[in-house]
């Protein structure tokens, strides 16, 4: 499939410099009642870089993408984001740092009350007060993103699961972030529909360089991610010459028993000697 | 299935008592904190007032109409039967229109409230806009305790017009009153404190079915299953307070208001 272009401007200024890392853990835990989920973890994002989450149900990988968006509070540990705390940022502060993050939410959590114009409108009518002309513009052009822009006066519920999670997409993307948040945005779609999508992150990470952290269950999601690029002339995802698979600012992270067993590119991976990581992507 | 102590059962009520104040007070809060959705508001004035008229009419007609045929039965043993229409009016000004009205509206709207925000709870919907940076106390609660609060304030109002004329039904159609001395018995006798009560009562009891209903909503917990645990809760909890509260709010105002 080749994707449409996305003609929008990256309407937030960077935060901080390109060199700095955009999400930082250090040493982060967290427990519901006696479950300890996620115990001491770990990790940076760096800027332009998609890390792709693997673990087994329940090992905390969605937690991880609340905890950065601040709605769940960690136990002990520092969170920062785009350069700031979030473990120590009001309720009120935490508002102006999720305008520049994006998050595709597992089920897409569309409003059911809303078409989709207004879904993916949401934030910028939030922002102005009124649905204007400027804002229709920018909704059509994200939706062409996506390749539903003839879906605009649907109601969530007429959608197709791979359609509400293409517009979940348009509606993290539409003020171009810097941070992107998927939590497993093939989850439970046929390839056909999983390759639009996997072709959509890598059009948004080599083309928009956007940071990213992607939850998912599919192991070939994450290698099709480091072993593809996306060809601007061609406008669609091609693969990689063997070899040059390091080259993406691809990598990867999997969560055990609430700990960080593995943060590496694809070639550490591959190579890995813990029997756990051979027996998860063999 | 394992068995709660009383001691935690009496902490977890404890516990809920205190979210709720907290919940309580952050949606008042809001009202002073920009933006305020106004539309949002309105909205939910349309759906709450207007939806919840025709329940609010029959309610109060029917109300009405039995008043007075109770009253009659009781009235005629005295030779007072010409009193019906003072009878019908005192009960449903001070009472029975601003209790009845509430409780239906309790019935219709927590129960509302509480399956349309669980919904959005367990569907990540409140995440989502969080995510959005929309506070969900701002956008979803503050403007149904608004809607309802004002919306209460009519619908009682119409359901203690209707009530009357429920009652002037009956007066005049069974018991062969006279209509004018129906409504110059029941104006007559109301005074001030039997209107103040009877609508200040609508007030706080549309703040405790708006509340009620978000807050179940809001906290609602495990799936399809929660939600329907959360309606359930919600209009139990209302309609219990909304009598519990008539009790002492009658008290207090009595003694506030001088009654004789």
């Not at chain 2, 006798?189 to 009620?212: E, N, R, S, Y």
């Amino acid at each position: 499939m080749s994707a449409p272009t996305l003609p929008l401007e990256r309407s937030t200024a960077t935060t901080e410099d390109t060199s700095s890392p955009v999400i930082v853990f250090e040493d982060v835990a967290l427990a519901f009642a006696e479950n300890d989920v996620l115990r001491g973890v770990s990790f940076r994002l760096n800027r332009g870089e998609t890390k792709a989450l693997f673990g087994v149900a329940g090992s905390g990988k969605s937690l991880l993408l609340k905890l950065v968006l601040g709605l769940v509070r960690p136990d002990s540990g520092r969170i920062l984001v785009l350069g700031e705390d979030v473990t120590q940022m009001r309720e009120e502060d935490l508002f102006k740092l999720r305008d520049k993050i994006g998050m595709v939410f597992q089920e897409s959590a569309l409003f059911d009350s809303l078409t989709v114009r207004e879904n993916v409108a949401y934030r910028l009518t939030e922002e102005h007060g009124i649905y204007d002309d400027d804002i229709d513009r920018r909704v059509r052009e994200v939706l062409r993103f996506v390749e539903l822009e003839h879906t605009l006066d649907l109601d969530p519920a007429e959608l197709s699961g791979g359609m509400r999670r293409r517009v979940a997409i348009a509606r993290a993307l539409i003020t171009q972030p810097e941070l992107l948040l998927y939590d497993s945005p093939t989850g439970g779609l046929d390839p056909v529909t999983s390759n639009t999508i996997v072709e959509l992150i890598v059009k948004q990470r080599d083309v928009y360089k956007t940071s990213a952290l992607l939850v998912t269950h599919r192991l070939q999601d994450g290698f099709t991610m480091a072993t593809h690029q996306f060809d601007q002339k061609t406008n669609r995802m091609v693969p990689l010459p063997p070899g040059q698979h390091c080259e993406v600012p691809m990598s990867f992270l999997i969560l055990r028993d609430g700990k960080v067993i593995f943060d590496g590119d694809l070639n550490a991976l591959a190579h890995s000697q813990d029997e756990y990581i051979r027996e998860y992507i063999s | 299935m394992e068995l709660t102590s009383p001691t935690d059962l009496a902490k977890d009520r404890v516990q809920t008592v205190q979210d709720y104040v907290l919940f309580c007070g952050q949606a008042i809060a809001n009202f002073f904190r920009k933006p305020l959705y106004f539309s949002d508001m309105v909205r939910q004035a349309d759906s709450i007032g207007v939806g919840s008229l025709p329940i609010v009419v029959l309610t109060g007609f029917f109300t009405g109409a039995v008043l007075a045929l109770q009253a009659s039965n009781t009235l005629e043993r005295f030779g007072s039967i010409t009193l019906v229409g003072q009878l019908v009016s005192t009960s449903m000004v001070r009472e029975l229109g601003p209790v009845l009205t509430s409780l239906m509206v309790a019935g219709r709207n927590s129960s509302g409230m509480a399956s349309e925000l669980g919904s959005m709870v367990v569907t990540e919907q409140i995440d989502a806009m969080r995510a959005l940076g929309t506070d969900p106390m701002k956008k979803l609660v503050t403007p149904r305790l608004a809607a309802t609060v004002f919306m209460m304030f009519f619908l009682t109002i119409i359901s203690d017009l209707v009530g009357l004329t429920g009652g002037l039904f009956i007066a005049k159609v069974l018991l062969r009153l006279d209509a004018r001395q129906y409504w110059f018995n029941a104006w007559e006798t109301l005074v001030f404190q039997d209107v103040f009560m009877g609508l200040l009562k609508p007030v706080l009891f549309g703040f405790i079915i708006a509340t009620i209903g978000c807050f179940y909503g809001m906290n609602a917990r495990g799936g399809t299953q929660g939600v329907g645990r959360a309606t359930t809760q919600a209009v139990v909890a209302a309609s219990v307070l909304i009598l519990a509260g008539d009790l002492f709010l009658t008290r207090f105002l009595m003694a506030v208001l001088s009654f004789n």
